[in-house]
């Protein structure tokens, strides 16, 4: 089945600095999801891209996915407290909805 | 309001013992989820139903049985079988739209004592 790779695993930041999490698919994807789960939470839903080399953006948020389809990252500018959380990346393996290991982002101010 | 909604959020059982997590959505959502969350650690799929009566193991279904009886309702079960069942359980629904984002509930902490 499919696989969803996610790096880093952990990344610890000076409030300001940027943060990118990368995530990789072991098959082409029709579609990947960003999610944000802040600690003791649930995930909540960020983001879907669905086109090859697809770039959005949500303020300080930049999405991209890949022209094979089969990557994607997420980059945050200037961080900032309120980021802190687990940062995950999902698709779908035919009716599964995968998600990878997640990035734990600390931010130190 | 529309959204999903899990109980209890915190559950102790003594070992040995079957438990039900309860799992409730009202936004008219076919595809229901379990995903089971360590301290640290990713998401990791228990089980899923795609429509009501159906369902199918995810990666780590062992120790673990659901029932899909209503679309709005997807049940777990923590049965004595599972070797290490204190975690983090979350149940997720997904709708048939073009950007089919996942729903999530609170989760319910599960501790096995």
């Known amino acids: ?109 | 309001d529309g959204g999903i909604t899990q109980s209890p959020k915190y559950l102790f059982r003594k070992e040995g013992q079957n438990v039900t997590l309860s799992c409730e959505q009202n936004l008219n959502h076919d595809a229901m989820y379990w995903y089971r969350q360590d301290p640290g650690q990713g998401l990791r799929l228990i089980y899923y139903s795609q429509i009501v009566n159906d369902f199918q193991k995810g990666d780590i279904a062992e120790g673990y049985s659901v029932s899909r009886e209503k679309k709005e309702s997807f049940p777990l079960t923590v049965t004595s079988a599972q070797k290490n069942p204190t975690a983090f359980y979350l149940c997720a629904s997904t709708g048939d739209r073009l950007v089919t984002e996942a729903f999530f509930g609170q989760g319910t902490r599960l501790t096995v004592v």
């Open chain 1, 1 to 109: 089945g499919q696989q969803v790779m996610q790096i880093p695993q952990y990344q610890h930041v000076q409030e300001g600095e940027d943060f990118t999490t990368y995530c990789n698919s072991s098959t082409t994807l029709s579609n990947i999801q960003w999610y944000k789960q802040r600690p003791g939470g649930h995930p909540v839903f960020l983001i879907q891209l669905v086109k090859s080399g697809e770039v959005k953006k949500q303020k300080r948020l930049t999405f991209q996915f890949g022209e094979a389809k089969k990557n994607s990252s997420l980059h945050i500018t200037a961080t900032q407290t309120t980021d802190v959380g687990t940062y995950f990346c999902a698709g779908k393996d035919g009716n599964k909805l995968v998600f990878g290991a997640g990035t734990i982002l600390r931010v130190k101010s």
